[in-house]
């Protein structure tokens, strides 16, 4: 844990950058907290929703970097997404929240990335099942379906539930496997 901790405090302002040393799985592990900073991204059909959780997630103390988009004007998904993804996929952050109108999209899109697993979810047992048994990055929510409420629900369990490892890592570790 001494060795976590001092992965996090090496690297300074943005206490991510050195996440690829330290996996998230770990650091939930640990219950190190240092900064909560959490990517965000959705194109028109979730930008309410994403407004509303930016809102929440900066209410319980969490900085959120919005990838955007800004309004309800209609825009392409993976204009906001690939940059997200590629922001995980290079370690500058462990976690993040994708959306747009079914979800669909977003996570396919995020999925194109090496070390990305976004699931899609649609409530509270998938956002938790997703973490403890696929170690999920980025959720992925439908914003045209589901309430800003049960949203805000699903976002808490997937920030707070650890992967489990064991069986599941193996699996994971499979998924890897044909990134490479």
């Known amino acids: 844990m ?21 996996t998230f799985a770990k650091y939930l592990s640990t219950g190190i907290v240092m900064e909560k900073i959490i990517p965000i991204a959705s194109d028109h059909g979730g930008f309410l929703m994403k407004q509303f959780l930016i809102e929440k997630l900066e209410a319980s103390g969490y900085k959120v970097v919005d990838f955007g ?24 952050y462990p976690i993040g929240i994708i959306l747009c109108g079914s979800g669909n999209g977003a996570q396919m899109t995020a999925n194109h990335h090496h070390g990305v697993r976004a699931a899609l979810c649609w409530n509270v047992e998938l956002a938790k099942l997703a973490r403890q048994h696929n170690d999920a990055n980025i959720l992925a929510l439908p914003g045209r379906f589901i309430s800003n409420e049960l949203a805000w629900e699903m976002v ?16 994971v570790e499979k998924i890897e496997q044909i990134e490479n």
């Open 2 to 22: 001494q060795s976590l901790n001092k992965c996090f405090i090496n690297s300074g302002i943005n206490g991510y950058r050195m996440m690829k040393r330290c």
């Open 69 to 92: 988009t800004h309004s309800e004007k209609s825009v392409d998904y993976p204009d906001m997404i690939h940059p997200l993804a590629t922001a995980i996929e290079k370690g500058e």
């Open 156 to 171: 808490q369990a997937f920030l707070t539930t650890q992967f489990e490892g064991g069986r599941h890592k193996r699996r």
